[in-house]
């Protein structure tokens, strides 16, 4: 696996009870190896060209609009639908039944009556269906404070106030974003062998790319609406500090424990990065250079940040000391030799925060394409290969594996009320996923099976009581209900990264931690939390839009430093 | 109406679930539906009946009494959800012959025997009345039948090693298209899983911010 001889004897990934606690999933950032960042750098890399064929919107802001993304084989397109949405209606929530904008991807580029059939279907989301020629289906809602500021500022002939829009960041957030075969459209099985899709989330990160296109466009069109004597287009500079929002509750944090594998394949990818980086022995002038110009553009991105939630307003204030910290020591630490990034990271480990530590971990792989960017090909997963229960296995080494997997779980007092203090459900309200309070709520009937640590402990009671030369086969047989733990347990043993290491039902649970994992590997920055359980987010701010993708940078996700934000 | 085979495989699962199944076993009817839908067979329209057949009846008394000998259920009449996930755990053990005695839908059993016969490196057949079905390490697929493919019940099922060169075929005609009173059957278990709403789980639940016009 070695990639250059400039590298020592390798550096050990670092072990799951370090990486899979909550807290550090929780503290995670954005990384050359993030969802947005691959498909970027593919796009750019094949040439990608983007059009607007068809862009019929009235003066209220209604209609609808296409964006093609053309590739080295395949077209592309985002299927926009604007409305015009009463206030009492925007709700970012999964019981919204109604959106300022709805999209879809659609595989290929559509006829007219593939646009009547998707203006019937798209803009009703979860009561409409799509056909497998749509990739996925996504909504959003409008900041109204910003868009408004923006489209009256445009109107009237001059740029909009900067620091609203660096304060709120985004014109529109999405609210969900489906794929995989969810309501009709294609299943990911029918598309994942093109080069293109690949990598996991890769249509879902170019829908809200070109939805980011779309948003600016609207602005800037419903601003001339207005008034077209004196409308202005938004400063290129401006324009590209707007990401595309997101806001997302609980949705994700299942996403992450029901899909083991590909939770492992994304972390071990990021570990296996690391693990390369601290492995160089001797860094080049130009890697000290991109590592040191990129380190106050992540500055710059932290003091863009903003959050209201008392966690995070916490997490950031030791961000900042830590980033403090940081510029200093890089003045005198000699980043040369003797492994200079492992050395630094083991500074880090001693002086910073989670946070910190987690952010320098994405930075020291900013310099190291060559090295690491590989590595995006092995964060998918093919989950159908280890579905099956090795039924062999003998009792004696399934208790092993439980031990070594979750032996940490053996030290709580399951018995207490706050071990088991919350439990996961859906809602028959269009199947919102809930955490409920289970010694006050009537919900542990409707329990989603999201706290394996729990499972793993009640199935090695049971355990206790077999014979250890018996089989897997034989007890689960007899103990179906443990089934479900068998085979995370089994599957565990070849992907070390596949469980989460701390209680997902304890009551200081932060189901927060969990939607910020997921979405760092999307590429997000910014989080905001609105609560423990909901966060909004932005996706592409600072990136390219698709007709500058030819000329940026690829480190699009640091903030340039210009006099503006110095 | 045509559903995805995600949506299929995601409703399956949750209507086991609705149905009494432990979540174990539920993940693997949502697996075996969706097998039986890429292969070209009424995957949930089968799953539908078995789920209003054993509606209630608890899991000892469709699963096998026995895997030593013949399988039987206590009350006669095998599940073959339970029954498949069986051969499918004991797969190295299917090349020398198992044999099931009155079986539910045994239809039901071909995507678990698919799935150890990739797992065992072996390729199986499995045998009731007058149909026959092979299939390989690698994904082939044969069947022959004169009788009923969705027969509701079988006095008996064998399962043991086949040769290869049996099972060339591939028969990947999916059949995503669904009939809308199985589907709405599936739907009906499946909303067993759902949590009533209430004003409480509404407000708190899902942790949301009091106002999104912002």
Request: hydrophobic fraction near 40%; glycine fraction near 6%; proline fraction near 5%.
């Amino acid at each position: 696996m070695e990639k250059a001889e400039n590298t020592r004897e390798k550096a050990a990934l670092r072990p799951p009870s370090q990486v899979m606690r909550l807290s550090r999933m929780g503290s995670i950032h954005q990384c050359r190896l993030s969802f947005m960042r691959i498909l970027l750098r593919r796009m750019k890399r094949e040439n990608w060209t983007f059009e607007r064929p068809v862009f019929e919107i009235n003066a209220k802001g209604v209609g609808h609009a296409v964006y093609t993304a053309t590739g080295p084989q395949r077209t592309y397109s985002l299927v926009a639908f604007a409305h015009d949405l009463p206030p009492e209606m925007r709700s970012d929530r999964v019981i919204a039944t109604a959106w300022d904008a709805t999209f879809t991807l659609f595989d290929g580029v559509p006829t007219a009556e593939d646009i009547i059939r998707l203006s019937r279907n798209v803009p009703l989301q979860e009561a409409g269906r799509v056909s497998s020629k749509e990739l996925s289906v996504s909504r959003a809602n409008r900041s109204v404070r910003l868009f408004k500021h923006v489209i009256s500022s445009l109107a009237a002939g001059h740029q909009p106030d900067a620091e609203m829009i660096e304060s709120v960041g985004y014109l529109m957030r999405t609210t969900a974003v489906y794929g995989s075969g969810k309501l009709g459209a294609a299943d990911r099985e029918m598309i994942c062998g093109r080069p293109e899709f690949t990598a996991p989330f890769q249509c879902e990160m170019l829908s809200v790319f070109l939805t980011r296109a779309f948003v600016l466009d609207l602005a800037e069109h419903l601003a001339a609406a207005r008034s077209p004597e004196t409308a202005v287009k938004m400063d290129p500079a401006l324009r590209r500090r707007l990401g595309i929002g997101n806001s997302t509750g609980l949705g994700m944090a299942p996403f992450l424990v029901n899909h083991p594998v590909l939770l492992n394949n994304w972390v071990a990818a990021r570990e296996e990065a690391l693990a390369r980086v601290r492995s160089v022995v001797t860094a080049s002038g130009d890697e000290i250079a991109r590592f040191q110009a990129l380190l106050p553009r992540a500055v710059q991105n932290v003091a863009d940040w903003h959050s209201e939630h008392p966690i995070q307003i916490e997490k950031l204030a030791a961000l900042k000391a830590d980033l403090k910290l940081l510029t200093t020591h890089v003045t005198k630490a000699n980043l040369k030799e003797n492994a200079p990034w492992n050395q630094l990271y083991l500074w880090a480990a001693e002086n910073l925060s989670t946070e910190g530590q987690e952010l320098l971990v994405s930075l020291m792989m900013e310099p190291y394409g060559d090295l690491i960017d590989e590595l995006a090909d092995c964060m998918s997963a093919d989950e159908t290969t280890v579905f099956p229960i090795n039924g062999a296995m003998s009792l004696a080494d399934l208790g092993t594996l439980c031990d070594d997997v979750y032996g940490w779980a053996k030290k709580i007092d399951w018995q207490s009320h706050a071990a088991q203090a919350r439990a996961w459900y859906v809602s028959e309200e269009k199947l919102e996923p809930r955490l409920g309070e289970r010694f006050e709520e009537p919900i542990t009937e409707y329990e989603q099976p999201l706290s394996p640590a729990r499972d793993a402990i009640r199935m090695a009671e049971d355990l206790d009581t077999w014979v250890r030369d018996d089989t897997v086969a034989a007890f689960v047989l007899r103990h179906p209900e443990h089934r479900h733990i068998v085979r995370r347990l089994q599957l565990s043993e070849r992907f070390p990264y596949a469980e989460i290491r701390d209680n997902t039902i304890d009551a200081d649970v932060l189901p927060i931690d969990m939607l910020r994992c997921k979405l760092a590997f999307f590429g997000a920055t910014h989080f905001d939390p609105r609560s423990d359980r909901w966060v909004r987010i932005n996706m592409y701010r600072n990136a390219p839009y698709p007709e500058e993708l030819a000329m940026s940078a690829e480190d699009w996700s640091y903030p340039t430093l210009s006099e503006g934000n110095a | 109406m045509t559903y995805s085979l995600n949506e299929i495989e995601a409703m399956s699962k949750r209507a086991a679930r609705g149905a009494g199944s432990d979540w174990g076993l539920a993940e693997e009817a949502g697996k075996a539906t969706r097998w039986l839908s890429e292969h070209g067979f009424a995957g949930p329209e089968t799953l539908a009946a078995l789920l209003t057949q054993n509606d209630g009846r608890p899991y000892a008394s469709l699963s096998p009494i026995d895997v030593n000998d013949v399988w039987n259920a206590s009350t006669g009449t095998l599940c073959p959800l339970i029954a498949g996930t069986a051969l499918c755990d004991l797969a190295a053990r299917l090349d020398a012959g198992v044999t099931l005695g009155q079986t539910s839908y045994p239809i039901f059993l071909a995507p678990f025997v698919a799935t150890a016969a990739k797992v065992s490196g072996t390729a199986l057949t499995l045998s009731w009345d007058n149909t026959e079905i092979c299939v390989s390490s690698d994904g082939g697929l044969n069947i022959s039948h004169s009788g009923d493919l969705a027969a509701s019940v079988t006095k008996a099922v064998l399962c043991k090693g086949t040769d290869p060169s049996k099972c060339t075929g591939s028969h990947k005609n999916r059949k995503q298209d669904v009939d809308a009173k199985a589907w709405a059957t599936l739907g009906a278990f499946a909303h067993r899983t759902y949590a009533p709403a209430t004003e409480e789980s509404r407000l708190a639940g899902a942790g949301a911010g009091l106002s999104d016009n912002d």
